[in-house]
């Protein structure tokens, strides 16, 4: 169940990204929760997906691409 939620909340920020969703680490994006409720109880932000998008890099929320 969680794991539905998760890729659901996964898809909105692949599109924003405009990468695939098999390039989003769900793992990551788990671990993001985090940063999510510590920037909403300072008043910083209240959207999840706009969060992760602006911190992609920082979060490490896209997979790298093997060669």
């Known amino acids: ?3 539905a939620v998760l890729v659901t ?3 909105p920020v692949a599109q924003a990204l405009g990468e695939p969703l098999a390039r989003l680490s769900v793992k ?3 671990r993001a929760f985090s940063h999510y409720s510590r920037a909403v ?3 910083e ?3 999840l997906v706009a969060l992760l ?3 992609v ?4 929320l896209v997979k790298g691409r093997r060669t």
């Open 28 to 30: 990551m994006v788990c």
């Open 1 to 3: 169940m969680f794991y």
């Open 9 to 11: 909340i996964c898809q």
């Open 41 to 43: 109880q300072r008043g």
């Open 45 to 47: 932000c209240d959207d």
């Open 53 to 55: 998008v602006e911190h």
């Open 57 to 60: 890099t920082l979060l490490g």
